[in-house]
């Protein structure tokens, strides 16, 4: 998402509403369990996405996008009026999105235009690791993610604190932002 124009707006979304979709999933174990086969069922999808494959191999199923579509109306139904609006965008896309691979369906996605403010702008770990050579940040970006999945989400209680750094760390990055002397 990073190298594209178009995915800084969709990496702001993702920060923020993380948190209030993590705390909807805490509430109601049932759907954290349809989100967890469904996050179990794409992954070899967003490894065909990740693996920079010239054509797909892999493309999500209808079955997949019902599921998800089911799990989206869920959410919705307890949303804030905000992020009830950022499903319905999601709500109208994801059916088209039956039988198509990563790439396919990263290039049909829209540049969009969000009211959301940008605290920062770029990644999380980019503000942090600002002068760093892109590959190397990209790579601490990939270790922050493992250290997630394979340490903080397998430990119990540890979704917990992945739910905190999802909260906190638009406006931690936006002090960081503001102030290159933190950052140093």
């Known amino acids: 998402m990073v190298p594209d124009p178009k995915g800084e707006v969709y990496i702001r979304l993702v920060y923020w509403y993380a948190p209030e979709v993590t705390a909807l999933l805490m509430q109601d174990k049932e ?8 996050a179990v069922e794409v992954r ?12 797909g191999e892999v493309s999500l199923s209808e079955e997949w996008v019902e599921g998800a579509l089911d799990v989206l109306e869920a959410l919705e139904q307890r949303a804030s ?4 609006v950022e499903i319905g965008w999601w709500r109208k896309v994801l ?6 691979t990563g790439r396919d369906i990263w290039a049909s996605l829209p540049a969009r235009e969000i ?13 942090v690791l600002r002068g760093m050579d892109a590959a ?3 790579r601490y970006g990939q270790l922050l993610s493992r250290v997630r999945d394979e340490v ?8 917990a604190y992945v739910a905190l750094v999802y909260r906190y760390t638009p406006e931690v990055v936006g002090i960081l932002w503001q102030d290159e002397g933190m950052r140093l």
Do not use: C, K
């Open 95 to 100: 059916p088209s999105w039956a039988g198509r």
């Open 31 to 38: 759907l954290r369990q349809e989100v967890e086969v469904l």
């Open 44 to 55: 070899p999808f967003l490894e065909d996405l990740v693996a920079g494959r010239s054509e």
């Open 136 to 138: 190397e940040v990209r």
């Open 152 to 159: 903080m989400l397998r430990a119990d209680g540890g979704e």
């Open 81 to 84: 009026p905000e992020l009830q």
């Open 115 to 127: 009211s959301v403010p940008p605290a920062f702008t770029g990644t999380p770990e980019g503000i």
